[in-house]
């Protein structure tokens, strides 16, 4: 059973920058495939990055030349760094872990942290 944490969600002004965290317990970082994904009120969860098992990343048009993914894996931790921030980023931000399938999807997914929140403005 995969448990994930995220934090570093905040309110930050267009063209700023955040770091999202996810501690990934037990030490599995290197074993599934991981995600961020983003949901706002009223419409589905959207997946914005994936970091598969691999090595191989994938990014949705939305975010891709702005956000980067990835891990520590010494560590158990997953990142997302996003900058150039846009209001339409505004949105809870989800960790993911699925032990299957590495895409965009929220049905590939098997696992989810309780969401952190970012604000953009």
């Known amino acids: 059973h995969v448990q994930l944490v995220e934090s570093g969600g905040d309110s930050a002004q267009t063209g700023g920058s955040l770091r999202l965290s996810c501690v990934v317990s037990?030490?599995?970082?290197?074993?599934?495939?991981l995600a961020w994904f983003r949901q706002v009120p009223g419409k589905e969860r959207e997946g914005i990055s994936v970091?598969?098992?691999?090595?191989?990343?994938r990014y949705a048009d939305a975010v891709e030349g702005r956000f980067t993914i990835s891990k520590d894996s010494a560590e158990n931790m997953l990142y997302l760094q996003m900058n150039s921030l846009k209001p339409e980023d505004t949105a809870m931000y989800y960790c993911?872990?699925?032990?299957?399938?590495?895409?965009?999807?929220?049905?590939?997914?098997?696992?989810w942290g309780q969401g952190t929140q970012v604000t953009v403005s």
């Open positions: 970091l598969a098992i691999d090595g191989t990343i």
């Open positions: 037990p030490d599995s970082v290197n074993d599934i495939c």
């Open positions: 993911a872990a699925g032990i299957m399938w590495c895409g965009l999807a929220q049905s590939e997914y098997d696992y």
